[in-house]
């Protein structure tokens, strides 16, 4: 491997906080959004069928509008820096030392850039699929993703927490793969089938350092 690129949330960005607030602004309590999120998510349902679930009706778009207005200087569905998992920082310092070329791509809104950008990670470059008009699990997305790492589909490795929008079309496209085992995905996904396309399961990052220092010659 010569470069290694990171999905986003649950990869990166704990979504514990967001999902929280989501929470609050839907009017349940935490408990009962998680584990209406979590059984939809077991079922193989869209993430939003838990927003309808407890809220019917519920339109996405309609809802952050809303939201933008009600609360223009909070956080709403955003992150920052506070919401990064301890061993990022760690992780993305170890891989440079150990002369990999460390990027970060994955999907979400034009504004998680900026939030991304501020935090000053010690990585190479930062996309999210709102700039390049393109997401995963889409073809086109890796296609993006090796020119921008700028090695062989093969020299790359993408780490992200789901078989079905990381695992099985980054390897469909040529790159290896590994795939995180933490967030409501990661745990649920490890233990599907095809979680075996993986070139490596881990449960942290500092794991993935660990096994790409024994496996990168």
Not at 65 to 83: C, G, M, V
Not at 92 to 100: I, T, Y
Not at 168 to 184: D, E, M, S
């Amino acid at each position: 491997m010569r470069s290694v690129v990171f999905d986003v949330g649950e990869t990166l960005i704990d979504e514990t906080r967001i999902f929280g607030r989501w929470a609050d602004r839907l009017g349940v309590p935490h408990l009962t959004f998680f584990g209406t999120l979590g059984g939809v998510l077991a079922e193989g349902r869209p993430m939003l069928d838990a927003f309808r679930l407890v809220k019917p009706g519920f339109d996405l778009d309609a809802e952050i509008t809303a939201w933008q207005r009600d609360e223009p200087h909070s956080l709403r569905e955003n992150f920052d820096a506070d919401d990064l998992y301890p061993d990022v920082r760690p992780t993305l310092e170890r891989l440079r030392a150990q002369g990999l070329r460390v990027l970060v791509a994955g999907n979400q809104p034009a504004q998680a850039e900026d939030a991304l950008r501020a935090m000053d990670l010690p990585v190479e470059e930062i996309h999210v699929s709102a700039a390049w008009g393109v997401a995963k699990p889409e073809r086109a997305f890796f296609t993006r993703v090796i020119e921008e790492a700028g090695h062989a589909a093969e020299e790359i490795l993408y780490v992200g927490d789901r078989v079905d929008n990381d695992v099985i079309p980054a390897r469909a496209a040529g790159l290896r793969t590994a795939l995180l085992r933490r967030g409501p995905w990661g745990y649920l996904h490890a233990e599907r089938p095809e979680a075996a396309q993986a070139d490596v399961i881990v449960s942290s990052l500092a794991e993935l350092a660990d096994w790409l220092a024994a496996n990168v010659r």
